[in-house]
């Protein structure tokens, strides 16, 4: 049966007993409807996770979960709440039927069925449903016009009053027109000079005031302060609670400072603070200090900790903007040594960021001259020792000698350069897989690959994995994309259930060693889970790793996730990670990252020693 739209009524039926499935699945699919059928409330309540049906008949006795169960948890949730719902019940189930009607059932239908009745009441609730909705639409249209006068007759009285505001102003322009012009002039040169959001000092005074000393050859230093994870303020929080943090780290460093030295801001959430006397390291230890305390805003309370470089006059600057640069190379330094540190830059630093530089340069075309080559290491069962699968690990054959990913993959994120090269590594990772596959059919071998959170953002990402699975004709979940815990922060982001249905598997390496979230595993469609390598290195001494891991271990056998150990290179850590019931590892005890060619080697020989055994 159509909608007023045109469209077919959706309509899921909730019954242990196929025999009723089938009963009204005929009366309804006869009548015109779509029809969706579950034979438990579990199976129906993920069913609404991927369609909203028209209306819902729902069987009061399921063993299990019951009727009644079922709709409470249905209507717990406000995506599911306003579907009608219609229960089924033997004819003599008086009490349930009054049961079902007062937690908010809108019919029931009792059994047998009869065919007339049970279309007849459908049919009345989608109509009064769709009059429901029609109603609502149109007391909202009402309410909208009736806003819309309201704002009308407001504007209309705010004409008026402004009209006599501006009849009183003109009385009085003509005396303090030069008195207002003075004033703006004023205001003028003061916002020139500083910050709107904060009110300190901006760039261009501190530019200028570095220029007079400079002439002056006088003392001075610099302090480049940028906070750290300021962006997931922002991401998190929103953009106007990111600016009340501003303002409040604005008030607390200026508390820090007496004259003459000054705090100013110069864009973003970068601070320079012109220190004037001869306490600097002792100012930048009293900032870091203050850091480590909370900030209280908008009724939030935040933690959030600076980065600080350091650069002094000593260095014997001739221009304002080459002492910011290297306060920022130092800030930057440190930065990357962890939150709430601060370093002193030295001429070493100045060559180290136009090393960077030009590695960057390299990155880019290493990328067109197709510089780059995958290795793989196996994945292997604890139990048989029989390869699962490998991890794609990109190598960069540089001129000067192979480069580690560790070394450029953070650049290749930070630019941006890491989306092309992601796409080469997992067409080349899944070229590979299907030569495998071809080569050993009868081995269901895997592929693992990185997949880094930058690479989420992008808006074809889901089109260009599917072109490249068709393109290398990928066998659904044979592939695993590998990601950090960082992308569960925004799992909508990733779209990991579409990523699920195309047949991507999903893995979490380094497990709990950052964000983690036990209901979002729960939640998300995760089917691996991957322990850091750094507890395998202090696994044997170290009861409190041992403890973490088997925590994992339980953890992913609740959740029905494979759990695979990175890192093993000793045959005791192989048997203390079997007691505790682990079943894949990965490491070079098994091998190293291997090029192609000696791992298709590795494949054979490990084919033959599982043969043996």
């Not at 007849?120 to 009736?146: F, G, M, P, W």
């Not at 990111?242 to 607390?252: I, N, P, Q, T």
């Not at 990357?336 to 002193?344: T, V």
């Not at 939640?523 to 395998?536: A, Y």
Request: with cysteine; net charge negative; glycine share 4%.
């Amino acid at each position: 049966m159509k909608d007023v739209q045109g469209e077919r009524s959706t309509i899921l039926v909730v019954d242990d007993v196929p025999a009723n499935l089938g009963i009204l699945t005929d009366f309804l699919d006869e009548a015109g409807f779509e029809v969706l059928v579950a034979q438990d409330g579990e199976s129906a309540i993920q069913k609404l996770n991927y369609i909203i049906p028209d209306l819902i008949l729902l069987d009061i006795m399921m063993p299990e979960m019951d009727g009644f169960e079922t709709y409470n948890q249905l209507k717990s949730n406000s995506l599911h709440s306003q579907i009608p719902v219609i229960f089924i019940t033997a004819l003599s189930e008086t009490s349930n039927i009054i049961k079902g009607l007062s937690l908010g059932a809108v019919d029931y239908i009792t059994k047998p069925f009869q065919k007339e009745e049970v279309l007849a009441r459908i049919t009345t609730h989608l109509k009064l449903r769709h009059l429901s909705k029609t109603l609502e639409v149109k007391n909202q249209r009402l309410l909208q016009e009736i806003e819309e006068h309201a704002q009308a007759r407001r504007a209309l009285k705010q004409l008026n009053q402004e009209l006599e505001s501006r009849i009183e102003q003109r009385t009085r322009e003509l005396s303090q027109a030069l008195e207002d012009l003075q004033n703006m002039q004023a205001q003028l040169e003061y916002n020139a000079f500083h910050d709107s959001l904060t009110d300190l000092p901006n760039r261009a005074w501190l530019m200028k005031r570095l220029q007079e000393l400079i002439a002056r050859n006088s003392s001075y230093t610099v302090l480049f302060l940028d906070l750290d994870r300021f962006k997931i303020v922002n991401d998190s929080l929103g953009h106007l609670a990111g600016d009340e943090l501003l303002k409040s780290v604005a008030s607390r460093i200026q508390a820090c400072l007496e004259f003459p030295n000054t705090a100013t801001r110069i864009g973003g959430d970068e601070f320079v603070i012109l220190v004037e006397s001869e306490e600097a390291i002792e100012i930048t230890k009293k900032l870091l200090e203050q850091f480590k305390l909370p900030f209280k805003f908008s009724n939030y309370e935040v933690v959030i900790e600076a980065s600080i470089g350091i650069s002094f006059s000593s260095m014997g600057y001739q221009e304002p903007i080459n002492i910011l640069r290297d306060a920022d190379i130092a800030m930057y330094r440190s930065k990357k040594q962890g939150s709430g540190r601060y370093e002193i830059f030295d001429p070493q630093m100045q060559a180290d960021a136009i090393a960077r530089l030009q590695l960057e340069q390299d990155l880019r075309k290493a990328i067109a001259q197709n510089e780059f080559c995958l290795y793989y290491q196996p994945i292997v069962s604890l139990i048989t020792g029989q390869i699962k699968g490998f991890e794609a690990l990109v190598r960069w054959n540089h001129p000067q000698g192979m480069i580690a990913p560790d070394q450029f993959i953070p650049l290749a994120e930070e630019t941006g350069l890491i989306n092309p090269l992601g796409w080469w590594i997992l067409r080349e990772a899944c070229s590979q897989l299907k030569l495998w596959q071809q080569q050993f059919p009868h081995l269901p071998l895997q592929m693992n690959v990185n997949f880094s959170p930058v690479q989420f953002e992008q808006i074809d990402f889901l089109q260009e994995i599917e072109e490249i699975l068709q393109e290398t004709r990928t066998i659904q979940h044979t592939l695993t994309l590998e990601i950090t815990e960082t992308c569960l922060l925004n799992p909508a982001n990733c779209d990991f259930a579409t990523l699920n249905k195309m047949g991507v598997s999903l893995c979490i390496d380094d497990f709990c060693t950052g964000y983690s979230s036990l209901s979002l595993l729960k939640k998300l469609p995760i089917d691996t889970l991957k322990i850091d390598r750094s507890f395998m290195q202090t696994l044997t001494y170290n009861p409190d790793d041992t403890s973490l891991i088997e925590t994992i271990i339980l953890l992913g056998k609740s959740l029905n996730i494979k759990v695979v150990a990175e890192g093993i290179e000793t045959i005791e850590q192989i048997r203390i990670i079997q007691n505790l019931g682990c079943i894949w590892g990965q490491g070079y005890f098994f091998a190293k990252p291997l090029n192609s060619d000696n791992a298709t080697q590795f494949i054979t020989i490990n084919e033959k020693k599982v043969k043996r055994l």
